[in-house]
C-alpha cells in the first residue's frame, strides 16, 4: 500500500510540475528568452530540476508531506516567475 501511495503522489508531482513547466515554456518562447544565448544554461538547469524533482519529493513526502508540498509549490511560483522576472530584468 506505501508503494502505491508513492506512485500516486510521484505522478501528482509529475502533472503538477509539468503543467508549469508547460505554462512557463510558453512564456518563454513569446517573451523571447530562447533567443538569447546567455539564458541556455540557466534553461537547462531549470529543465534538469524539473525532471529530478517528482522523485526527490515523493522520496521527500514519505517522511515529511507537508515539507514536499511547500517545495512543489515554491518550484511551481519559481518556474512561473522566472520568464517574467528574465524578461524584464535579464533580457
Not at 517573451?31 to 525532471?51: K, P, R, V
Request: zero cysteines; glycine letters at 8%; a positive charge.
Amino acid at each position: 500500500m506505501r508503494f502505491a501511495s508513492f506512485i500516486v503522489r510521484f505522478l501528482g508531482y509529475s502533472l503538477v510540475l509539468w503543467a508549469a513547466y508547460a505554462i512557463a515554456q510558453s512564456l518563454w518562447t513569446h517573451a523571447g528568452l530562447d533567443l538569447n544565448e546567455g539564458f541556455d544554461g540557466l534553461h537547462s538547469q531549470g529543465i534538469t530540476i524539473l525532471t529530478v524533482a517528482p522523485l526527490v519529493l515523493a522520496i521527500i513526502a514519505i517522511i515529511a508531506r507537508p515539507v514536499a508540498i511547500f517545495v512543489l509549490f515554491y518550484l511551481v511560483g519559481a518556474v512561473l516567475t522566472a520568464p517574467f522576472a528574465l524578461a524584464r530584468f535579464g533580457g
